[in-house]
């Protein structure tokens, strides 16, 4: 039981040393004014945005215009099934021979 108290105290320094280094890196992030990611405070108005809908709402009609089907999904033979299988079970034959 006075091992596990010991890890205890270990991880709690650890944890102690980490908010640390990520309190130091907020302050430098703050100290060259690091806000925004991409190093603008730029907003979009309002009617910017409207546009961008309206241009993508128009793109969603054209697509859905043309008639395209979605893809079918996918499916395997029972014969591929079989072959998946039976490599598996060759692999953990293997891993169990080894163990």
Known sequence: ????????????????????QVQRIDEALAALGGGSSNGS?????????????????A???KQKAKGHAPKPKRTISAAGRKRIAAAQRARWAKVKRAA
């Open 59 to 61: 793109r969603w009609a």
């Open 1 to 20: 039981m006075n091992h596990m108290s010991g890890v205890v105290q270990q991880l709690k320094m650890e944890r102690e040393r980490a908010q640390k």
């Open 41 to 57: 405070s730029r907003k979009m108005s309002a009617a910017g945005r409207r546009r961008i809908s309206m241009a993508q709402k």
